[in-house]
């Protein structure tokens, strides 16, 4: 199947600081791309839906000045968390669709991030 | 009310059990169902996609859509010790399966 890679798989960072996350697909082109966070033992909650070449779609309640998402070419999504607290700690996880016109959307491997 | 609902577990079973995993849905408008396995502190792989209602089988794994009931079932047959996971149903109202709306998980053990 298609590979979507995340980097980075965890990180550490004081409060107060951005962190900026990398979502891309290695083998095929995703004009649209997804971001989602997991906090421990819930459900995946969709954050904003990515747009290459255009403003991102978020979800209700997703601060979208805190949650900063580029989508800058077909194969590359980054989310960008600002000003980092402490309750932004979670696991956060991008999807992508491939344009070829498969219906699957695969995901990436996660990134933990911690907020000290 | 969540909009999907799945009993989180943890359900531990001895190995070659069958599992039956289960989600019910309030959204009449879901025509996509997903099951997805995720192994701790990886993402979500996708394991069986089911349009509408009925059966769906692939090896040791059955999906099964009730719209009429919204409520939709994995069965796991055999089941192996590499079976243990998370595994989360997914829904969504247009084949764009990127804005998926999931389930809690269930934590799945299965005992050697």
């Known amino acids: 199947g298609a590979v979507v890679s995340q980097h980075p798989s965890w990180v550490i960072c004081k409060s107060g600081t951005s962190v900026k996350i990398e979502c891309r697909s290695l083998d095929f082109q995703a004009t649209t791309m997804f971001w989602y966070r997991q906090f421990p033992k819930q459900s995946l909650m969709l954050m904003a839906t990515?747009?290459?070449?255009?403003?991102?779609?978020?979800e209700q309640g997703v601060e979208k000045d805190k949650f900063l998402i580029n989508h800058a070419s077909l194969t590359l999504s980054t989310l960008t968390v600002t000003s980092a607290h402490p309750e932004d700690s979670s696991f956060y996880i991008c999807s992508a669709r491939d344009d070829g016109g498969n219906t699957e959307a695969f995901f990436g491997q996660g990134t933990r991030l911690t907020v000290v | 009310q969540k909009e999907v609902e799945q009993d989180p577990g943890p359900l531990s079973v001895p190995e070659g059990a069958i599992v039956s995993l289960n989600c019910t849905y309030s959204n009449s408008a879901f025509q996509y169902f997903m099951w997805y396995r995720q192994y701790s502190r990886k993402g979500p792989e996708l394991l069986m996609y089911t349009y509408s209602s009925g059966n769906k089988e692939d090896g040791r794994f059955t999906a099964q859509v009730d719209k009429s009931s919204k409520y939709i079932s994995l069965f796991i047959r055999d089941s192996q010790p590499s079976d243990s996971a998370t595994y989360l149903c997914?829904?969504?109202?247009?084949?764009?399966?990127?804005?998926?709306?999931f389930g809690q998980g269930t934590t799945l053990q299965v005992k050697p």
């Open positions: 997914a829904m969504s109202e247009s084949s764009n399966t990127g804005k998926l709306i």
């Open positions: 990515s747009n290459e070449g255009s403003k991102a779609t978020y």
